[in-house]
C-alpha cells in the first residue's frame, strides 16, 4: 500500500536492494550508514534530488534504530526494511518495533550453517573488520532470523541466488503465489570468497574451510538462548 522503503548499511548506496524501486518506480526512502562520507557522496548524486529520498549518517544500535526509523515520520506500514550491517543485524531487527513492514530483506551469513540457530553476541559497537581479521564472523546464520521472523509474524520466501540475502513477507501479506518455504528451501550457501589474513590480504577460501577460519568463536544460538563456540 505504500511504496516507502528504509534501508541501512548501505555503503555509498552503488549496491543496494532500494535504488531500482526509487528510480524506476518512485518510491520514497530513508537510507543510513555509519559512515557520513559515504552518506554525503550520495547526498551530491543526481539521484538525490530527484527522488524522495533522505540519507542519514548513523552508527546503528538497538538503543538508537528506532528513533533514527521514526525521524522520517513515515506511515508504520513501509513496503520494505532492509538491514545490512554486516554485524548486530539480528539484534537490530529484535529491537525495532515502530514500523511494520510488508517485505524484509535481512543479509545473512551462510558461512555459519544451517543447522544452528546463531548470531554474533550483541556488541554495541560490533565492527566486523575488527571482530576477526577473516572477516567472516559477522551477522546471524538463517536459521536465527527465521527464528526472529517467525516471533515477529514474518514468513521466509527464500534466498538470493548468491546466498546472501533472505526475503521475509509478513505472514498476512502470503498467498498462492507469495508462499513460505522451509529453511532447507530457502538456504543457499554462499560461494564469496572474501576471507582475509591476518595482514588483509584476501585469502579466497571457500566453501566449508571458510568456517574453519573461524572455528572457537563465541556465538549466541538464539533457539536455546546460550552462548556457544562455532
Known amino acids: 500500500p505504500h511504496k516507502t522503503f528504509i534501508e541501512f548499511g548501505v555503503g555509498d548506496y552503488s549496491e543496494s536492494n532500494t535504488r531500482f524501486l526509487m528510480m524506476n518506480n ?47 515520520n513515515f506511515d508504520p506500514e513501509i513496503g520494505i526494511l532492509h538491514i545490512d550491517i554486516d554485524g548486530n543485524d539480528y539484534w537490530i531487527w529484535d529491537a525495532i518495533d515502530c514500523v511494520s ?23 554495541k559497537s560490533f565492527s566486523r573488520t ?14 536465527a532470523l527465521n527464528h526472529l521472523a517467525c516471533k515477529k509474524g514474518y514468513a521466509l520466501i527464500g534466498s ?17 503465489v507469495v508462499k513460505e518455504v522451509d529453511l532447507e528451501t530457502g538456504y543457499v550457501l554462499s560461494k564469496a570468497r572474501e576471507s582475509r589474513d591476518t595482514k588483509g590480504n584476501l585469502t579466497f577460501v571457500t566453501g566449508d574451510n571458510r568456517l574453519q577460519k573461524i ?16
Request: net charge neutral.
Open 26 to 72: 518512485n518510491w520514497s526512502g530513508l537510507i543510513m550508514d555509519g559512515s557520513s562520507e559515504n552518506m554525503n557522496q550520495v547526498k551530491k548524486a543526481d539521484y538525490y534530488w530527484r527522488y524522495d529520498l533522505e540519507a542519514k549518517a548513523a552508527f546503528i544500535d538497538r538503543d538508537n534504530i528506532n528513533t533514527l526509523i521514526m525521524s522520517r
Open 101 to 123: 513492514p510488508v517485505i524484509v530483506i535481512m543479509e545473512y551469513n551462510s558461512v555459519f550453517g544451517k543447522d544452528r540457530a546463531l548470531t554474533v553476541p550483541y556488541e
Open 130 to 143: 575488527d571482530a576477526h581479521h577473516s572477516h567472516l564472523y559477522f551477522g546471524a546464520s538463517l536459521k
Open 160 to 176: 538470493c541466488s548468491a546466498g546472501v540475502n533472505a526475503y521475509f513477507v509478513r505472514k498476512d501479506k502470503l498467498n498462492s
Open 215 to 230: 572455528k572457537g568463536l563465541p556465538v549466541h544460538n538464539v533457539g536455546k538462548d546460550t552462548i556457544e563456540s562455532l
